[in-house]
């Protein structure tokens, strides 16, 4: 078993990358070689914009390569909660924002001819209790007649053609959503912003960020620094040091863990999973699970709410190998090939973050629903940069620090403890 991402083990190396001294000036510097900074940079270097990418590890190293690479519509938390939260035009318009974040990445995928595997296989919610049936017909209900009339409901007997399992009591499809290689979409988001001109460095942490006398900003790295214009720091939840204090005070760094089987073959995947879509469950502690390109079977969750460390996946993968179990039985005996964990980066309310502090732009906190969301958002804040800022769908949030959080999450035994008691009482 790898205890490594299925994704970053399985693509083509990024060719064309920055190995020369940092120096000189730039339109725009991207703190950042995820989705997010990938997408800005070519969304910038189509404008005509001289772009350089500082990212501190490896290109789509952290959440950008290590997530379950699902693409979905729909909102990460209820709908009809949000709605009670935020009012039914605003709830519309995040729903409205998802979907289009999903066109997003298929119209780069399309004009840029990226070879990911995406396919638009839908997702189905399914419910893990009878109650959750429930609140999905009440949710399927309002979509339909409000922001999404493609949505269909499963019931429990029906359920039975979409999935090889019996544990579960219906489902909700949004069939929007999509799936690919995140890997390769990735190392081709990449490819792309060179051909047009960008630098991407890899291995080159930003540990200052500096006004200038003329209103620029010096970006400086070990490899030496550089004088822009604007400045989009797009790290997630970066545990790295450097000037990024303000955003770690907002977001919390979560373990996501994912093991992948053995291929499996086409029958077998067909008995497990008929559709090949992608398949999410109801629960707070829940698990998601797809079907790879070469027919392996990719199960995931928050098996445990830790920091992922080569220590914590192995725990977690065996807990995940258990969870697999409970949903496909005829998957006891099956062998795992893969093993990881990666860092989702949470906001307090699971909404993304994006906008504007000192004259440094920043992206993040997607919450789980970060593939599509990165590369929409890295497009809309290069036309933010480039005097829009309007296209920010999430520039009117507030975003204040959790309280008690500095750094590191000491919390979140709690917040695991607090979800676990709710997943047995709801």
């Known amino acids: 078993m790898k205890l490594d991402s299925y994704w970053l083990d399985t693509l083509p190396r990024v060719d064309g990358l920055s190995t020369e001294d940092v120096e000189g000036r730039a339109d725009v510097v991207v703190v950042g070689g995820g989705l997010t900074g990938l997408s800005a940079a070519l969304a910038l270097c189509r404008l005509g914009a001289n772009v350089v990418v500082f990212e501190a590890g490896r290109m789509i190293g952290e959440a950008s390569g290590r997530n379950g690479g699902q693409c979905n519509t729909g909102l990460l938390q209820d709908y009809l909660e949000a709605t009670k939260q935020y009012g039914e035009d605003a709830a519309q318009g995040f729903y409205r924002t998802f979907s289009a974040a999903v066109?997003?990445?298929?119209?780069?995928?399309?004009?840029?001819?990226?070879?990911?595997?995406?396919a638009r296989v839908g997702k189905l919610k399914v419910a893990a209790k009878p109650e959750h049936f429930?609140?999905?017909?009440?949710?399927?209900?309002?979509?339909?007649?409000?922001?999404?009339?493609?949505?269909?409901?499963?019931?429990?007997?029906?359920?039975?053609?979409?999935?090889?399992?019996?544990?579960?009591?219906?489902?909700?499809?949004?069939?929007?959503?999509?799936?690919?290689?995140?890997?390769?979409?990735g190392v081709g988001l990449a490819a792309a912003s060179i051909k047009r001109g960008a630098r991407l460095f890899e291995a080159t942490p930003?540990?200052?960020?500096?006004?200038?006398?003329?209103?620029?900003?010096?970006?400086?790295?070990?490899?030496?620094?550089?004088?822009?214009?604007?400045?989009?720091?797009?790290?997630?939840?970066?545990?790295?040091?450097?000037?990024?204090?303000?955003?770690r005070r907002r977001i919390v760094p979560v373990g996501s863990f994912i093991i992948v089987t053995e291929p499996l073959g086409k029958e077998a995947i067909k008995g497990l999973v008929p559709s090949r879509r992608n398949y999410v469950t109801t629960m707070n502690i829940g698990n998601y699970f797809r079907p790879t390109s070469d027919d392996r079977l990719l199960f995931g969750g928050r098996a445990r709410f830790a920091m992922s460390s080569k220590r914590s996946d192995v725990k977690s993968g065996e807990?995940?190998?258990?969870?697999?179990?409970?949903?496909?039985?005829?998957?006891?005996?099956?062998?795992?090939?893969?093993?990881?964990?990666?860092?989702?980066?949470?906001?307090?309310?699971?909404?993304?973050?994006?906008?504007?502090?000192?004259?440094?732009?920043?992206?993040?906190?997607?919450?789980?629903?970060?593939?599509?969301?990165?590369?929409?958002?890295?497009?809309?804040?290069?036309?933010?940069?480039?005097?829009?800022?309007?296209?920010?769908?999430?520039?009117?949030?507030?975003?204040?620090?959790?309280?008690?959080?500095?750094?590191?999450?000491?919390?979140?035994?709690?917040?695991?403890?607090?979800?676990?008691?709710?997943?047995?009482?709801?």
């Open 103 to 118: 066109d997003s990445v298929e119209r780069v995928v399309r004009e840029e001819r990226i070879d990911c595997d995406f």
């Open 134 to 185: 429930d609140k999905l017909s009440q949710t399927f209900e309002v979509l339909r007649s409000s922001v999404d009339p493609g949505v269909k409901l499963f019931s429990r007997s029906e359920l039975r053609d979409e999935i090889g399992s019996d544990i579960f009591h219906g489902g909700l499809l949004q069939p929007g959503s999509a799936s690919l290689h995140v890997g390769r979409f």
């Open 319 to 426: 807990i995940l190998a258990g969870m697999l179990a409970q949903v496909f039985p005829q998957l006891r005996n099956v062998k795992v090939d893969y093993c990881w964990g990666g860092m989702v980066d949470m906001t307090r309310d699971r909404f993304p973050r994006a906008g504007e502090r000192h004259g440094i732009h920043y992206s993040m906190g997607y919450s789980g629903h970060g593939v599509q969301m990165a590369v929409h958002m890295g497009q809309a804040m290069a036309d933010t940069i480039n005097g829009r800022p309007e296209r920010n769908p999430w520039g009117g949030l507030p975003w204040p620090a959790i309280p008690g959080h500095f750094g590191p999450p000491w919390f979140l035994p709690f917040v695991g403890a607090y979800y676990r008691v709710k997943d047995h009482l709801t």
């Open 206 to 247: 930003v540990t200052g960020i500096a006004r200038e006398a003329d209103g620029r900003f010096r970006v400086t790295t070990h490899r030496g620094s550089i004088s822009a214009k604007h400045v989009l720091t797009a790290t997630g939840c970066t545990m790295q040091g450097g000037p990024f204090g303000w955003i």
